[in-house]
């Protein structure tokens, strides 16, 4: 195989670690979402606790291979209503990679911050 071709499925060196994928498959929710533009499907969210870079495997029975989803990230502060308490802290939040496949996403991200917290992913699927 051409080396130009592999891609980065290498094992990770130095600051790179990461929490395995397969400990977290979050479960998507569907809201209420009226309005949204034709071929967009809002409304899915999860919700998952916790810090430092992580990659998360996300269900979401919308999402296929060939789909593009984009993902936001804020933190919530009532477990009982995650999307009306979302609000932005002192933590820093980035996503790094976002992976469509059949059923589901999967989302390298990082959560700066020292303690576990709760946070709240939005999808747009189209």
Same mark, same amino acid.
Request: proline share 3%.
């Given at each position: 195989?051409?080396? !130009? !071709?592999? $891609?980065?499925?290498?094992?990770l *060196? $130095?600051?790179q670690a990461t929490v395995d994928a397969k400990q977290y498959i979050i479960e998507t929710k569907k809201s209420s979402a009226v309005g949204a533009p034709l071929g967009l499907d809002t409304g899915w969210s999860a919700t998952?606790?916790?810090?430092?870079v992580i990659h998360l495997n996300i269900n979401c029975p919308t999402i296929h291979a $060939?789909? *593009?989803v984009l993902v936001s990230l804020s933190e919530y502060s009532n477990t009982s209503n995650p999307?009306?308490?979302r609000f932005? $802290?002192?933590?820093r939040f980035a996503i790094y990679n976002i992976a469509p496949r059949e059923g589901?996403?999967?989302i390298w991200a990082e959560v700066s911050w020292p303690n576990p917290i !709760?946070?709240?992913f939005g999808l747009l699927v189209n």
């Open positions: 195989m051409d080396k !130009n !071709n592999e $891609g980065s499925n290498m094992p *060196t $130095g600051h998952w606790r916790g810090c430092g $060939g789909s *593009t999307a009306g308490s932005i $802290g002192a933590a589901g996403v999967n !709760n946070i709240f």
